[in-house]
């Protein structure tokens, strides 16, 4: 998803606005015996290195801040403040004394970035007065070797730049991107010498301006690198045009009156401070050079030589004196007193008098095409963290969260920033990111009782729905068997959950229908329930099975999740004993004795009776479906003769039916 958000684009920018016209390579200052500043504290810190120099001296970072390299002139050390390894031996800033090197050659050391390699600096030196050599050096610096501390590259090491010029260096920008001038003085003659460097190198035939008497040392820049002022007795007001390298003078501000060594403009190049009394010039009042000239206003009437100035990188000018304390302009745009100069702001470690001439020289970095693209919108489902990516062929990087890689991990909402940077463009990206974490959870799949209904909840906070029937409800009341399904949508991100609905029909059902047993038989009833229920009889007894033997009505109930149910049944008994007796042999002789095969049966409740007599050849002798009826040895009013005869009886009893079958003797 991505939206444009406009307000946060603009409050980017604002933040970019102040963030790139202090961008961090000049944060750190080394300078002086083993003195060093860090801007990137709040207020600035002192700490310790391992240059020691009376004059010139130089100090990069990368844009973020973090220390590259610094350099004497004669040896340069890495971000660790170890030698590198071809970091010595290097020719200017001299003189050497006892094997020493002093480093006197006022703002001799200047480092400026190749336009030809992100990874490069050249380094320029010049000679000291002292030496009475007077050229100008420069060497490579290639932040690539010795493991990425950086090293002087071999073979471009004291090349010869320019001979006969008085010891200084300025460098300021070109007006192509990415490109610089590297300014020296002739000895010989009032000439500034610009030295373009280009993607081809440094230019050896330098661009000259005439009229201009003061050594590059005694130059000092405005932001903007367009008006500049040279002198120390005498102070000139100048003109530089970044696409020609020319000088021109716009006039003098003083001339013999308040001698100083350094100058230094406000950010807003509004107003200029000079003079060892401490001058502010209003240079808005240009081009009117009378009224600039009126304008002159002292700040601090002390004593003590302002031997230095410098623009922080906090918007502050520092002023370095010949004694142990640092001298700060905190608000160097206001006019007069409102420039809050405080003359004993810092108290500078380990002074030594006469080993703080300056404070290192400007590291000079282009202002870039800069472009602000629209704030990237982006939601991250379900997951802890994401990768910002940014395209791999930017020269660098630098993100809010301190990372210096094209991309960046990101374990929480908010706003993150990128500004990544080639040799003439710098972009600003920002990505505005929120991390969507829930869950929807419609239980286990569930069955429902015939009748009931459950409701299904969905409910996510600020979350829109769909159900598998189309609504979009929270919820959902369901009462019959299927699946149910939800998708729940939070700011784009979407999860779904289902359940299956199953309907279960309770029932309590005896096996058994009402009937009659006999008074000495025992019956079992059988309960069947849906769903799984505790049995409760209506004697108090428990389980689904129960005999009985008594009559009565019988009734049990069945306990579930669905409710209670209950079924009966209704038992008669009758007395039972129906065994049938018959003789297994008689004597019809009319004797009076055993006469008669008679069946013996004391049930009256029976039903369908029946008896029938065989003789051993299967026919039929004798038949009765009347209890108590004899048979008295005779077929049809014929006697029949002695032998085995067989009986077949039966009957009913309730719903048995009984059959008994056996042999008799007849006797004759």
């Not at 039903?607 to 008295?632: L, P």
Request: aromatic fraction near 10%; proline fraction near 4%; charged fraction near 15%.
């Amino acid at each position: 998803m991505k939206h444009l958000l406009l307000p946060v684009i603009l409050l980017v920018a604002c933040f970019y606005a102040r963030h790139l016209h202090a961008q961090g390579e000049n944060n750190i200052w080394c300078f002086g015996q083993q003195v060093g500043m860090n801007f990137n504290t709040t207020p600035p810190s002192f700490f310790q290195h391992q240059m020691k120099t009376h004059e010139g001296c130089a100090t990069v970072c990368d844009a973020a801040g973090n220390l590259l390299f610094y350099s004497s002139g004669s040896n340069n050390w890495d971000r660790s403040h170890t030698l590198m390894p071809n970091g010595s031996g290097l020719l200017g800033n001299g003189p050497t004394v006892g094997g020493i090197n002093i480093g006197s050659s006022m703002m001799g050391v200047a480092i400026v970035k190749s336009p030809a390699n992100p990874q490069q600096y050249y380094m320029i030196t010049t000679n000291a007065g002292e030496e009475n050599l007077f050229n100008a050096y420069y060497s490579v610096i290639d932040m690539s070797l010795n493991g990425g501390m950086g090293d002087v590259v071999p073979g471009q090491k004291n090349i010869q730049l320019a001979t006969n010029v008085f010891e200084g260096i300025r460098i300021q920008a070109t007006s192509t991107c990415g490109d610089y001038w590297i300014i020296l003085h002739d000895k010989s003659n009032p000439h500034y010498l610009a030295y373009e460097v280009t993607p081809a190198g440094i230019n050896m035939t330098p661009v000259i301006s005439t009229g201009m008497p003061y050594s590059a040392g005694r130059l000092n820049f405005n932001k903007a690198g367009t008006m500049a002022t040279s002198g120390t007795v005498d102070l000139r007001l100048l003109s530089f045009d970044k696409t020609t390298g020319i000088f021109s003078q716009i006039g003098m501000l003083f001339n013999g009156l308040y001698g100083g060594y350094s100058t230094a403009f406000s950010p807003d190049g509004s107003k200029l401070y000079a003079g060892s009394v401490l001058l502010q010039y209003d240079l808005s009042l240009l081009p009117n050079m009378t009224a600039v000239q009126n304008s002159r206003t002292v700040i601090d009437t002390a004593s003590n030589i302002k031997l230095f100035m410098r623009n922080g990188p906090d918007g502050k000018i520092y002023i370095l004196p010949l004694t142990s304390d640092l001298g700060c302009i905190q608000n160097p745009n206001a006019a007069g007193a409102a420039c809050l100069y405080d003359g004993a702001a810092m108290t500078l470690p380990n002074y030594n008098s006469g080993f703080y001439s300056e404070l290192g020289n400007v590291f000079i970095v282009h202002e870039k095409d800069t472009t602000i693209r629209p704030t990237k919108d982006t939601t991250v489902c379900q997951a802890n963290q994401l990768r910002l990516k940014a395209p791999a062929d930017a020269e660098s990087y630098l993100w809010s969260t301190g990372s210096q890689d094209n991309q960046a991990d990101v374990t929480q909402d908010g706003t993150y920033w990128l500004y990544s940077g080639s040799r003439c463009s710098l972009y600003i990206d920002s990505f505005h990111v929120r991390f969507v974490h829930f869950s929807t959870d419609l239980g286990p799949d569930t069955t429902l009782c015939q009748g009931d209904s459950l409701r299904l909840d969905a409910t996510v906070a600020g979350a829109t729905y769909r159900w598998q029937d189309g609504s979009t409800a929270p919820g959902l009341t369901v009462s019959r068997k299927g699946r149910y399904a939800v998708t729940a949508t939070v700011a784009g991100c979407s999860l779904s959950d289902s359940v299956m609905i199953d309907i279960t029909v309770p029932y309590a059902d005896l096996q058994e229908t009402d009937t009659t047993i006999c008074s000495d038989a025992v019956l079992m009833l059988h309960t069947k329930a849906n769903p799984t229920s505790i049995y409760t009889w209506n004697d108090g007894s428990n389980g689904p099975d129960k005999a009985i033997n008594k009559a009565g009505t019988y009734t049990v109930t069945a306990e579930n999740i669905c409710g209670t149910f209950s079924d009966s049944i209704r038992i008669t008994t009758m007395y039972c004993n129906c065994r049938p007796y018959a003789p297994n042999a008689f004597s019809p002789n009319g004797d009076g004795l055993n006469d008669r095969f008679v069946i013996e049966l004391h049930c009256p409740a029976i039903t369908a009776y029946g008896h029938v007599i065989y003789n051993r050849f299967g026919q039929k002798v004798f038949e009765s479906q009347e209890q108590g009826r004899f048979w008295d040895g005779a077929f049809n009013g014929v006697a029949c003769d002695a032998g085995t005869y067989f009986y077949y009886i039966t009957f009913k009893n309730g719903p048995e039916k009984v059959v008994k079958k056996g042999d008799l003797v007849l006797i004759r």
